[in-house]
């Protein structure tokens, strides 16, 4: 078990399989979502979160959910609500696309760049870490809309991001505009895929984990 631990997996995920979507800060759990994997390559990464999904949410001491700034912070258990998301992710890359539908009509509602660090392989699914910075794209018009920029700014005042890291954030985030409807075109044949929301504390048995996930199971 514990040679597993050490060793990222390397070959892709089976479409179906489900596993978990976890974010790290400072060795730590930040999250963690039981996610189904659409499609899956060297190149990019689809998975699906599916509306009615329980997960793992840091939360702040005073009960309201944590930000990447915060110093402190616990897990528990939260329910994704309203819309399924459908997240193509490119490896290498510090951001994600999310394709946000309805979960009755998979019209597509929203769609959006996610900053976050780059998706690493692991045994138990994709380990990343959020880093607030969203830019929303109209599904219609493509006219931007950048999200939470004073959130990314904190999180820089508060030494969690170094000034380099921060700046190849915000240029790809940004960048990843004129890639949008490349991307919205590898997730849209999806959209459509029926995922029941997986059951958390299956998808935590199902898997090795690391040590702070384990009495969540």
Known sequence: MRGAMR???TRPWPSGKVVLLRHVRDARTWCALPVTVLDDDERRSVIRISAGTDWLAAVHPSGRRAHGFDRHWRLARVTWRRHDLTYVVPHGRWFATGLVTEK???RLHKLYINAQDPLRRKVW????MDRELDL?????SWRPR???VDR????????????ATSRRIWRETAGA???APHLRAVGEPWLRTRCAPPDLRSALRAHVLPADLRRHR
């Not at 929303?136 to 219609?140: G, M």
């Not at 990314?152 to 000034?163: E, Q, W």
Request: proline letters at 3%.
């Open 7 to 9: 060793d990222a997996r």
């Open 104 to 106: 009755d009509t998979s």
């Open 125 to 128: 699914g994709f380990d990343t």
């Open 136 to 140: 929303e794209i109209d599904p219609v």
């Open 146 to 148: 950048w999200k939470d």
């Open 152 to 163: 990314f700014r904190r999180l820089r005042a508060a030494g969690a991001l170094s000034l």
């Open 177 to 179: 505009r004129s890639l």
